[in-house]
């Protein structure tokens, strides 16, 4: 694809562009978009034209916004959204039992992409928000992903060195091994405080119908006196749900024993 | 910006790229894809290449999938994660009271654009999926958005020739307007038949705190014996729960007697 002097791709400058929008800024000048993508404003206003030519972005008075058109494009294909349809359901099972934030997430690169999330105003704070990423090793949704990762990603994830977010934060691989040992052991993971000093992450994969683990099913409950006992059951018991939904088949059982 | 010999634009290609993945077709050879996209087998490729370089797409074995990164860039900037954030849990609300499916959709062009659906498993046929698309006056949600649009849209809407979905789909313009006022007179839209000839659309508006009807939320209910009273006043209930988180403030009795 045509490169321009600087050296970036077509695609590389709107992905600068799409960035530019986020929740705090869903709608800007063309000139605060071209300063936040960082690009010079002919460039902008060329690909902007495109852009709003094929309904991806969307006029308001002076305003841009992402179109309708691109969340719809993007939605329609994402394995996301097939994922998060599974479970929405047995994530309001869970967040009905337990009462607490319930999320969703998927292992990305070295972090968790959250991509659900249910429950409101109760005592947990809960930094999880949808289209949101957090650290894998500071999640228990990350661990449990990584445990059940393969061999290659699980020796990468050791071979980096992991900064501590908190005093609880497990960074020694040697440690690391054991709790995930640990988490295919019992199936699930809880971990108190591994970002949020006074928060218990409790996290269960969801396996889809190859036996992979896809997600991870989360409850954040508060560090002390929080229901752990009932939230790991909710989870695996609406962990095993979603996995039918996605195809599963087999007792999941054996899942839990991998790899 | 920069086009092809056949005179479509980047934009265009890779829309067309993107486009070619959807819910049937969630993961694509590169084969598949450029045959999908009609885009020659270079283009396609070059184009891939440069999609992977920034995670937009992923490789799985010799299968292509749209990317993680590709949903959470287009989700975090867009309108439709805030309108479905504030929405959700009122649609529970909804979907607990009434116990059939409660939809929330956005008016797009001609259609009605569903971003988000909940409930399942009983006997109401619904064919409002998240992420896809039903003619607007071919439901009640499409109805509510047009009679509370502006002047501009609901001209242009009753001057389309309007194709006959079913027995009962309204077309006649007079009878529209008729329709449009009573619905801004009554604040809800009540539509036996309109796509499926078994259902009844319930639908109403949910207004921004500058007044706009940016969204309609319904249920779709048994045409026959489907509890009518019961999901109007829901609806209106969980409305004007979604409005005020998101920020309106001003009595909705108001905004129900607009335009």
Request: hydrophobic content about 40%; overall charge positive; aromatic content about 4%.
């Amino acid at each position: 694809m045509a490169n321009s002097s600087s050296g970036d791709s077509m695609v590389n400058r709107l992905v600068r562009i799409i960035e530019a929008f986020d929740a705090d800024h869903r709608s800007l000048s063309a000139a605060e978009l071209a300063r936040r993508a960082d690009l010079p404003s002919s460039t902008t206003y060329r690909i902007v034209e495109d852009l709003l030519g094929e309904s991806l972005l969307e006029r308001h008075g002076q305003r841009l916004r992402l179109g309708n058109r691109l969340w719809e494009l993007v939605s329609r294909g994402s394995p996301v959204l097939g994922l998060r349809e599974a479970a929405l359901p047995f994530m309001e099972d869970v967040q009905s039992v337990v009462g607490h934030h319930t999320a969703l997430g998927v292992l990305d690169g070295n972090d968790v992409l959250y991509i659900e999330r249910i429950g409101s105003n109760e005592m947990t704070t809960n930094i999880a928000q949808v289209a949101r990423r957090l650290p894998a090793h500071g999640t228990s949704t990350g661990l449990v992903l990584t445990a059940f990762a393969t061999a290659e990603v699980q020796e990468a994830f050791l071979r980096r060195r992991l900064p501590a977010l908190t005093d609880t934060t497990i960074t020694d691989p040697a440690e690391l091994r054991r709790v995930f040992a640990e988490i295919r052991r019992t199936g699930h993971c809880v971990m108190p405080g591994l970002i949020v000093p006074e928060s218990t992450g409790v996290a269960v994969p969801v396996f889809d119908r190859a036996g992979t683990a896809v997600a991870g099913l989360s409850v954040i409950i508060p560090r002390h006196g929080g229901p752990v006992a009932t939230s790991v059951t909710a989870l695996r018991t609406a962990s095993r749900g979603i996995s039918r939904a996605l195809g599963w088949h087999r007792p999941l059982g054996d899942a839990v024993r991998r790899p």
